[in-house]
């Protein structure tokens, strides 16, 4: 059964723990408990919390220490502080520090009900208006970064702690995770921010004219050169420059990008002149580049040049809690790019998305979306329009555990049959056994004809 939200109750006392989880939990929302602030922290580290329940007096610890963490941790994060020394002062100090609510022992459970959905409600409406603020800043095509999970907020945290230097960073993960987006956060969080932020396709450029688009040229330094042309290390004076799939570049060019890592300076391509570059440096790749340095088609020294601080972004299927944000974040995007009047996703279609292994990763979910709400007929998209959308997944199929009515696995398996055939309806019917009239008439009863 989907909960209305998860909570954490931190307190010292197994009575207010007891009785807290009863009446949180037949309210309906998933129900963590912790006697201590290290037990806290330790969840906290673990899991994501839409709401926190925080006892301002804890065995060894310091309550409004606890609460700073907490929303240095996730500014987001709404949490309701109680104690027994309600003073006027405890309570405008936890407001300071950002609380959502403030309740004094003893209170009643229906005074827990109220504060939990009220900091619940007031979470919704700041992510709200996060993605309306993303949506205003998105005018020119960029995508934010998306995610909440633990394994994304691990990632975050170390990328706005390489961000604070100037060194080297080298995102690795598999193609789709969003490196890219990842390396223009740590750009904009940079003291580089209002410098350049140069982006650089090693996958897609010509390799003979690889050395001219990072170096520049001369004029007449080839045939071809009829200009001056300024590369992009030089473009990035004073910003940052990102190489994406940087194992694509051939050794010839791994030489020169060596000592332009080492030295910042380069030369244009028909030119002796030397150009100081002040750059900092983030890599990506999908490739083990320590099996390719082994295999002898990476160089050793860049390598390490180029691996001084390491992210390692995970695939979406080691993140499945940040789908639904995902989803509805790319179904709120293309339903505007595309004027269709979509506001949700059905949970079975969440479901569905929850249980594919997306070896695209979140680009293969953002271009699934696209394709959903291009093809929707309606405001919710249900799961009879993942087969239009061309979704591949065995989530449409069903089981006996999931207790289905007749007329859905009828469907299910009719929509099976036909996508197997291509769409041919004749075909799909001859191998259904029902003529292509009947066929007809139940995918029209079904919105599909």
């Not at 309570?91 to 900091?119: C, N, T």
């Not at 332009?260 to 990506?284: F, L, N, Q, W, Y």
């Not at 699934?368 to 405001?379: A, D, G, N, Q």
């Amino acid at each position: 059964m989907k909960t209305k939200g998860r909570v954490l109750l931190i307190d010292d006392d197994p009575g207010i723990r007891d009785a807290g989880f009863q009446v949180l939990s037949r309210e309906g929302y998933e129900v963590e408990l912790a006697g201590t602030a290290e037990e806290a922290r330790r969840l906290i580290s673990d899991y994501e919390f839409d709401v926190i329940v925080l006892d301002l007096k804890l065995p060894g610890a310091e309550g409004l220490e606890l609460l700073r963490e907490i929303k240095e941790e996730d500014p987001q994060a709404q949490v309701v502080v109680i104690t027994a020394y309600g003073t006027v002062q405890v309570a405008v100090s936890a407001m300071k520090l950002g609380a959502a609510d403030f309740l004094q022992k003893p209170f009643s459970p229906q005074e827990l009900r109220l504060a939990v959905a009220k900091a619940l409600e007031k979470r919704r409406l700041t992510l709200e208006n996060i993605y309306l603020r993303q949506t205003l800043r998105e005018k020119e095509g960029a995508l934010e970064f998306i995610g909440r999970s633990a394994a994304i907020r691990r990632v975050l945290e170390q990328a706005a702690m390489a961000a604070e230097t100037d060194s080297t960073v080298l995102l690795t993960g598999e193609s789709g995770t969003g490196k890219g987006l990842l390396a223009r956060k740590i750009h904009e969080w940079s003291p580089r921010k209002e410098g350049p932020f140069v982006f650089v396709d090693c996958g897609t450029l010509v390799p003979t004219l690889f050395e001219s688009e990072l170096f520049g040229h001369v004029k007449g330094a080839f045939t071809g050169a009829t200009a001056h042309k300024i590369g992009k290390f030089e473009l990035a004076n004073g910003g940052t420059i990102f190489f994406d799939e940087i194992g694509n570049i051939s050794p010839d060019i791994q030489a020169k990008l060596l000592r332009a890592v080492e030295e910042k300076e380069i030369s244009p391509v028909g030119s002796h002149r030397v150009i100081r570059v002040d750059v900092r440096i983030i890599a990506a790749t999908n490739k083990d580049l320590r099996e390719e340095v082994r295999a002898g088609r990476f160089r050793e020294d860049l390598f390490f040049r180029l691996n001084v601080i390491s992210i390692h972004l995970p695939p979406l299927r080691e993140r499945k809690e940040d789908i639904p944000l995902l989803a509805e974040y790319f179904l709120k995007r293309y339903a505007e790019k595309h004027r269709k009047p979509v506001r949700s996703l059905a949970p079975e279609v969440l479901e569905a998305f929850k249980t594919y292994s997306w070896p695209g990763n979140v680009r293969e979910l953002e271009n699934t979306i696209e394709r959903l709400v291009v093809f929707s007929r309606k405001p919710v998209i249900g799961p009879e329009d993942l087969y239009f959308a061309g979704f591949e997944t065995d989530s449409a199929d069903f089981s006996l555990e999931e207790d289905l009515p007749l007329e859905e696995i009828e469907k299910r398996y009719i929509l099976r049959v036909l996508k197997a055939c291509g769409g041919n309806k004749s075909l799909a019917a001859q191998k259904l056994r029902i003529d292509r009239k009947t066929l007809r008439g139940k995918l029209k009863r079904w919105g599909l004809a």
